[in-house]
C-alpha cells in the first residue's frame, strides 16, 4: 500500500473555480509535507511546504494540515489555465537521511 | 538562482546496456535524489545522497547504482536495461530537508 495516497486521480474545474486536492498518510510519522507541481515535459517545482497543523495561504493556494488525521489538502481559488498539471503531495518524517516519499498525483485541468 | 542540469536529455538504449545519467546542481546543495517517473505517473525514489560520499537506498534501488563523486554532481547508473523500458528520470537537491529543486528530466528508452 502507498504511503502517501492522493485524490481524486483527476479533477477538472472551469476557469476561475476552485480546485480541491486531497493527500493522506499511512504513515504516523510523516511530519513534513509538500505540495509540488508538474507540467507536461518539465521537473516537478514547489509549491509550499506545511509542517505544522492549521492552514497556510501562499496567493491564491492554501494548504490544510491536520496531522491527527494524517490529512493534508491544497486549495487552488480562482484557477486559471496555467494551472492545469500533475499535482504531488510529499510527506517525509524528517529523520532517518532526508528520505522523501510522493503521492501518485491529481492531474487538474482548468478549461476556459 | 541556481539551476539543476541533467545530461543527456534523451537517452536510447539496447537491452542489457549499462546506461549512465548525469545531474549538476549549482544551489550548494548538501543532498541529492534521484526518482523514477513512469509516464504521468508518481515519483518513485531510487537513490538519495545527504553529502557528498554519501548513497542511501530508496524504494526502487535493485537494477541501479549511484555515484556522489562530488557535493555539486550525483550520477546514476541503470546496470541492465529492460527491453521496452521507457521512463523519465529525474535529478532533485535540497539543502537539507527543505523544498526539492528538481532537474528537467533524463528520458529514457530501450529497444
Redesign the interface.
Known amino acids: 500500500q ?1 504511503k502517501v495516497q492522493q485524490s481524486p486521480e483527476s479533477l477538472s474545474v472551469p476557469e476561475g473555480g476552485m480546485a480541491s486536492l486531497n493527500c493522506t498518510s499511512s504513515d504516523r510519522n510523516f511530519q ?1 509535507f ?1 505540495w ?1 507541481r508538474q507540467h507536461s ?6 509549491l509550499m ?1 506545511i509542517f505544522s497543523d492549521g492552514d497556510k495561504k501562499e496567493g491564491r493556494f492554501t494548504a490544510h494540515l491536520n496531522k491527527a488525521s494524517l490529512h493534508v489538502s491544497l486549495h487552488i481559488r480562482d484557477s486559471q489555465p496555467s494551472d492545469s498539471a ?1 499535482y ?1 503531495c ?1 510527506a ?1 518524517e ?1 529523520t532517518g ?9 491529481t ?1 487538474l485541468l482548468v478549461s476556459p | 538562482g541556481g539551476i ?1 542540469t541533467q545530461t543527456p536529455k534523451f537517452l536510447i538504449g539496447q537491452e542489457g546496456q549499462k546506461l549512465t545519467l548525469k545531474c549538476q546542481q549549482n544551489f550548494n546543495h548538501d ?1 541529492m ?1 534521484w ?1 523514477r517517473q513512469d509516464s ?6 531510487i537513490y ?1 545522497s ?1 553529502t557528498e560520499n554519501d548513497l ?1 537506498k ?1 524504494d526502487l534501488s535493485e537494477g541501479y547504482d549511484a555515484s556522489r563523486e562530488k557535493k555539486s554532481s550525483f550520477s546514476l547508473t541503470v546496470t541492465s536495461a529492460q527491453k521496452n523500458e521507457m521512463a523519465v528520470f ?1 535529478c ?1 537537491s ?1 539543502m ?10 533524463t528520458r529514457l528508452l530501450v529497444l
Open positions: 502507498q513534513y509538500w509540488y515535459g518539465e521537473g516537478p517545482k514547489a511546504s500533475l504531488f510529499a517525509s524528517g537521511g532526508y528520505k522523501v516519499v510522493f503521492g501518485s498525483g492531474r | 539543476i543532498t535524489y526518482y504521468g505517473k508518481g515519483l518513485r525514489l538519495y545527504i542511501q530508496g529525474l532533485a535540497s537539507g530537508l527543505d523544498t526539492q529543486y528538481f532537474g528537467p528530466g
